[in-house]
């Protein structure tokens, strides 16, 4: 080999080294975040102490009026987890009521503010709110207006709450609507059990981490199905292994992207449970 060959062949080992060195200094460095939302509790007193005590900043959203409401929200709070008003609204098929403290189309802007208020006080540490059902009152603008209002207006814990749109509809304006009213506001990206066995829960899973590396960021709602809470326990310790971190809601929403990329469900598809009080 000549003396440029060799000059040639050193300076490309040189950098290759250099580029393996700054390679390995960011390595588990995260790349992309998610945001987690266990939706639900508040029924029972297991699932709830059970997703409080999961790895991460993993929220809890909890409704109200149930019997386990208050201890899961305190259990949570506690082990620096956020806690979110999983606020009943009104779905499409009338028979499927949304539980104790339900907003509908029948309410007027000050029935509304009322319930709002009243389903405030029933959970504590409420840093955001997120929809439980809702597939008709989502799509409605001028009673999501009056929501945001009343989530602009309430304070918890001495800070602004914000919004999350579970996107029970494709038809939704919700998370439009809090923008509009300068409320706080993210979409959910992935449902992580619709189907609630293993299986489908770790494909969801996958989904997700999948959606954050190409989009940057991904929020995912879930349940707390023991398959659920297994997969979370399984792979949130591995996260920074795939450059992923997991945040919270607020930290997620402070990323312009936040809104970005909701998976599209079918209309009126009310990927939520009716409320039932459950026993442990």
């Given at each position: 080999?000549?003396?440029?060959?060799?000059?040639?062949?050193?300076?490309?080992?040189?950098?290759?080294?250099?580029?393996?060195?700054?390679?390995?200094?960011?390595?588990?460095?995260?790349?992309?975040?998610?945001?987690?939302?266990?939706?639900?509790?508040?029924?029972?007193?297991?699932?709830?102490?059970?997703?409080?005590?999961?790895?991460?900043?993993?929220?809890?959203?909890?409704?109200?009026?149930?019997?386990?409401?208050?201890?899961?929200?305190?259990?949570?709070?506690?082990?620096?987890?956020?806690?979110?008003?999983?606020?009943?609204?009104?779905?499409?098929?009338?028979?499927?009521?949304?539980?104790?403290?339900?907003?509908?189309?029948?309410?007027?802007?000050?029935?509304?503010?009322?319930?709002?208020?009243?389903?405030?006080?029933?959970?504590?540490?409420?840093?955001?709110?997120?929809?439980?059902?809702?597939?008709?009152?989502?799509?409605?603008?001028?009673?999501?207006?009056?929501?945001?209002?009343?989530?602009?207006?309430?304070?918890?814990?001495?800070?602004?709450?914000?919004?999350?749109?579970?996107?029970?509809?494709?038809?939704?304006?919700?998370?439009?609507?809090?923008?509009?009213?300068?409320?706080?506001?993210?979409?959910?990206?992935v449902f992580l059990d619709d189907d609630d066995s293993e299986v489908a829960i770790r494909q969801q899973f996958e989904r997700l981490i999948a959606m954050a590396l190409r989009d940057g960021q991904?929020?995912?709602?879930?349940?707390?199905?023991p398959a659920t809470l297994k997969v979370l326990n399984e792979q949130l310790p591995l996260l920074s292994q795939r450059g992923v971190e997991l945040v919270s809601v607020r930290d997620y929403i402070?990323?312009?992207?936040?809104?970005?990329?909701?998976?599209?469900?079918?209309?009126?598809?009310?990927?939520?449970?009716?409320?039932?009080?459950?026993?442990?």
């Open positions: 080999m000549s003396r440029q060959g060799i000059c040639l062949q050193f300076f490309k080992t040189v950098f290759m080294l250099l580029c393996l060195s700054a390679l390995q200094a960011h390595a588990g460095e995260p790349v992309a975040r998610i945001a987690i939302i266990i939706d639900d509790l508040g029924q029972q007193k297991s699932a709830g102490l059970k997703t409080a005590a999961l790895p991460g900043p993993v929220a809890c959203a909890v409704l109200p009026h149930t019997p386990w409401a208050a201890r899961v929200a305190n259990e949570a709070h506690d082990a620096g987890k956020e806690v979110l008003l999983h606020l009943p609204l009104q779905a499409m098929e009338t028979s499927r009521l949304a539980g104790t403290g339900e907003i509908s189309l029948d309410n007027s802007r000050d029935e509304l503010f009322r319930i709002f208020a009243t389903n405030m006080s029933t959970v504590p540490h409420v840093s955001g709110v997120n929809n439980h059902m809702g597939s008709l009152i989502t799509r409605h603008p001028g009673h999501m207006e009056w929501l945001m209002q009343a989530i602009a207006e309430a304070e918890s814990d001495g800070q602004q709450l914000f919004f999350v749109d579970s996107r029970t509809t494709a038809l939704t304006v919700g998370f439009d609507v809090a923008v509009e009213q300068g409320v706080p506001a993210a979409s959910r990206n991904a929020l995912a709602v879930g349940h707390p199905y402070d990323d312009p992207a936040a809104g970005a990329s909701p998976e599209i469900v079918p209309p009126a598809a009310d990927h939520n449970t009716p409320v039932v009080a459950v026993q442990p």
